[in-house]
């Protein structure tokens, strides 16, 4: 399978706890993306980075939440302390240097008990 | 502030008719559009794009019409099949810009293909 693939699927965390989602762009793409989506919502950008650089954070909230694309292994979404207000699907999408068309993963579910 | 829009929840079309989904956007910025279909449980899938440069692209059944004047873009699919039954959003883009290519979504317009 050679698209986005994100992991875990279903991520169950417990106030307080830290998140950590997963996502490998698709084969020969060096751009990510992060994008959450709240019930009954679009989504909303988060982050874009490439690797070993963050390009655009402008919709990551100030405190809590980092994002990182090493050099080496999968993009990493880190979400610290979690509250409930966290609880959303979180996607992740690639594309090749032209930023044009976003290809997605099928999201990790958060859910905050 | 909501900088695009998709004014109709849902839309119920009879199979074999055509099905138009419209946006509209107010960030005159944008010069880039796209349309995604999602399954519940799934990411969103691409299906056809537009630069501002066009004002028509077509795929297949898929057709995208931008009016710039009016800031709206529709999809058109012709003919409508069940399997088109999905949520469908309309995405933007200021591709000309900082060197972002985040991209803005409207809340999505519920397709229902009736058989």
């Known amino acids: 399978n050679a698209g986005v693939m994100q992991n875990p699927r279903h991520l169950v965390r417990r106030r307080g706890q830290e998140a950590r989602l997963r996502c490998s762009p698709m084969k020969g793409h060096s751009h990510v993306y992060w994008y959450r989506q709240l019930p009954e919502e679009g989504l909303k950008f988060m982050v874009y980075l490439q690797k070993e650089n963050i390009i655009d954070e402008s919709g990551m909230p100030k405190e809590r939440f980092s994002a990182e694309f090493p050099k080496e292994g999968p993009s990493i979404l880190r979400i610290q302390q979690v509250v409930r207000g966290d609880s959303a699907a979180y996607f992740c999408?690639?594309?090749?240097?032209?930023?044009?068309?976003?290809?997605f993963g099928d999201g990790t579910r958060l859910s905050i008990l | 502030d909501q900088q695009v829009k998709q004014n109709s929840p849902s839309l119920s079309v009879q199979e074999g008719r055509i099905s138009i989904l419209n946006c509209d956007y107010t960030?005159?910025?944008?010069?880039?559009f796209l349309w995604y279909k999602k399954y519940p449980a799934e990411g969103p899938t691409f299906l056809i794009s537009i630069s501002s440069i066009k004002d028509k692209n077509e795929d297949g059944r898929f057709t995208v019409f931008l009016n710039k004047s009016a800031k709206h873009l529709s999809l058109h699919i012709v003919p409508s099949q069940p399997g088109d039954s999905a949520v469908y959003f309309c995405?933007?883009?200021?591709?000309?810009?900082?060197?972002?290519?985040?991209?803005?979504f409207g809340k999505g317009t519920k397709l229902s293909v009736i058989p």
């Open positions: 999408a690639s594309s090749d240097l032209y930023g044009q068309p976003q290809h």
């Open positions: 960030n005159s910025m944008f010069d880039y």
């Open positions: 995405a933007a883009s200021a591709n000309s810009g900082a060197g972002s290519y985040q991209l803005t």
